[in-house]
């Protein structure tokens, strides 16, 4: 607990000693803008647009709407409710937001994490060698390329079986044990790349407190062959301590109690050396990283050790190779062109102009199973927040709730929802040409169902022709669909480490571009901090042994019923 607190005061204590956000230029509300106005009377003008007339009245529509970025990452937005017109609304707001400023401050290093006092240097972990990129006067690419040639060589040693066990026997079992950024990322990322891992060890995540998580992925390894890695920024987050914790008790119950045992079963990915140390990991089997890697930016720096275990450093590298293209067209391509800043852009037409206040994520290729959770941090962690940079309250709607599966299987279930439900649930949609299991029909079958959805949510059927089909009079506006449903569907040739990368990255920026425009930092997260402290001052209380808990009369209740459930 006591560490959990200096996790908290260490925030208060950055927040008391930093510049304040008042450093940061203040800017007019984004609502006072002109471009904004624009782009509301625009809406207004539109509102009986149909994708059906805007696609009969343009003929080179899905042409003009569509565009091709790196690595031949085509993303078609023309079943989106824009014309070209709203699209170059859309850029004038960019421009005014004081977008290509921001990129700018990003790439510099500056510290555009003002309610943190922290550079956002995610790009800086795929940055080649041979860059330079300052941080406070010391170029940060070396260091990076330090701990990547380090856990090039621990994942040599794990994959090769020349890493030994406390008992002489090799690894077979990795599992990292992190939450949150320390955890979404790599999980998604070890089923993403699932083709290209290492089929003789196995990999697990381990998050939750519920110590059912621990459990499970546990009885049935033997800890004489497994590895944990344990992932904390800070190395002092109550639920990735409480599993390590427990990972240890579990290791040295099993391999004889002798504490040297944990040498070789544990290693930490963290920018907390001290505390890594009083764990009882030695800091050589340490992997740092730095303050200015966010939590849910973090999945290609060294809390990607477990990706990297389970891929091979080469297929590792090829992935940060696909983020760092990403990360050169966002830095270089004009706006008109550019996949993270037209994916932004429409995503604001969507939430700020046609109401939207959801996304739905639905990749056809069922190694991203995990992509949308991962999603959901990175989206709603960064731009869920009502204050802007100059610490006023937003008069706009800021991140639409994330969401998703993979498809086929939602096609069963929630599309119900998109096709016909009351809400507006915008889509993208993510397919491959290119199978990574060829076999049979499937992978034509699985495109031909992702492109017959967003024709269907975009052209509908109306009830003439669901009449003409000679559907019972009383039937047909049960089968009637309206169409105008939008969708974005980006289509790759495979899903490769490369491709992966480019499509973080992809979303990564596109984060980064909605963030600025709609005026906020997507970098900080404080809206995670009230329930954690107010949990520390309950678990005391649940074990009855502190004194009568004063909470409203609900948690009092809860808390009572709960001890009484425990027979305390
Ligand atoms: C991410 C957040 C948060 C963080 C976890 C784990 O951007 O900061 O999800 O990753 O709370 O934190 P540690 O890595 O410090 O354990």
Same mark, same amino acid.
């Given at each position: ?77 023309? /079943? ?30 500056? /510290? ?79 089923d993403a790349l699932c083709a ?99 939590? @849910? ?64 994520v639905l990749p056809y290729d069922q190694y991203l199973d995990r992509f949308s ?32 599966q993979p498809g086929t299987n ?19 949609f993510i397919a491959f040409c290119e199978p990574l299991n060829?076999?049979?029909?499937h992978q034509?079958?699985l495109i031909?169902n992702v ?39 980006i289509l790759c040739?495979k899903l490769t480490?490369?491709t992966f990368?480019?499509l ?43 004194? /009568? ?11 009572? @019923? ?7």
């Amino acid at each position: 607990m006591a560490t959990y607190f200096s996790k908290v005061q260490c925030y208060i204590a950055t927040m008391t000693n930093m510049q304040t956000a008042s450093s940061h230029a203040v800017r007019a509300p984004l609502n006072s803008l002109a471009q904004w106005k624009a782009l509301q009377s625009h809406c207004s003008q539109q509102a009986n647009a149909h994708l059906r007339d805007m696609f009969k009245g343009d003929a080179a529509r899905a042409k003009s709407l569509s565009i091709e970025g790196p690595g031949k990452m085509f993303m078609d937005y023309s /079943k989106q409710r824009v014309t070209t017109q709203t699209m170059e609304l859309l850029l004038s707001l960019a421009d005014a937001s004081g977008l290509r400023a921001r990129i700018d401050a990003m790439f510099r290093g500056d /510290k555009i994490n003002v309610t943190e006092d922290r550079a956002v240097l995610h790009i800086a972990l795929r940055a080649p060698r041979t860059s330079r990129i300052m941080v406070d006067g010391v170029d940060v690419v070396p260091s990076v390329h330090q701990v990547l040639d380090r856990m090039s060589a621990f994942a040599d040693s794990i994959r090769s079986g020349a890493w030994k066990g406390h008992t002489g026997k090799r690894i077979r079992n990795v599992i990292n044990i992190g939450i949150g950024g320390s955890d979404l990322g790599p999980a998604m990322a070890y089923d993403a790349l699932c083709a290209y891992t290492a089929r003789d060890i196995s990999f697990r995540f381990v998050s939750n407190v519920d110590a059912t998580d621990f459990a499970e992925k546990t009885r049935d390894c033997d800890p004489a062959e497994t590895l944990f890695i344990v992932c904390s920024k800070t190395f002092t987050t109550l639920e990735t301590m409480t599993n390590a914790n427990t990972a240890r008790d579990w290791a040295l119950k099993g391999l004889g109690g002798d504490v040297a045992a944990v040498a070789k079963h544990f290693v930490a990915v963290s920018t907390n050396a001290e505390k890594v140390k009083a764990f009882g990991i030695d800091t050589a089997n340490m992997f740092g990283f730095w303050d200015w890697v966010g939590g @849910r930016y973090s999945m290609d720096s060294a809390i990607g050790l477990s990706t990297m275990v389970a891929v091979g450093p080469a297929a590792f590298k090829e992935m940060l190779g696909g983020f760092h293209e990403m990360d050169e067209h966002f830095r270089t391509t004009p706006f008109a062109k550019n996949l993270p800043v037209l994916m932004a852009l429409v995503g604001i037409w969507n939430t700020n102009f046609l109401g939207a206040q959801t996304l739905a994520v639905l990749p056809y290729d069922q190694y991203l199973d995990r992509f949308s959770s991962y999603l959901q941090q990175l989206e709603m962690e960064s731009n869920g927040k009502h204050v802007t940079l100059d610490g006023a309250r937003v008069q706009w709607s800021t991140c639409p709730a994330v969401w998703g599966q993979p498809g086929t299987n939602g096609q069963h279930a929630f599309y119900q929802m998109i096709h016909q439900g009351t809400p507006l649930v915008p889509c993208d949609f993510i397919a491959f040409c290119e199978p990574l299991n060829p076999i049979g029909k499937h992978q034509d079958l699985l495109i031909a169902n992702v492109l017959a959805q967003a024709e269907a949510l975009a052209f509908g059927k109306t009830l003439s022709e669901v009449e003409a089909e000679g559907s019972a009079p009383w039937l047909a506006q049960h089968r009637e669909f309206d169409g105008n449903r939008p969708t974005t569907t980006i289509l790759c040739p495979k899903l490769t480490p490369a491709t992966f990368g480019r499509l973080i990255a992809l979303y990564e920026h596109k984060v980064f571009v909605q963030g600025t425009i709609w005026g906020i930092n997507s970098f900080d997260q404080w809206g995670v901090e009230l329930g954690k402290v107010l949990a520390q001052r309950i678990i005391p209380e649940l074990s009855g042994a502190a004194p /009568k808990p004063a909470h409203d009369s609900s948690t009092q209740q809860l808390i009572e @019923r709960y001890r009484a459930g425990r027979g305390r």
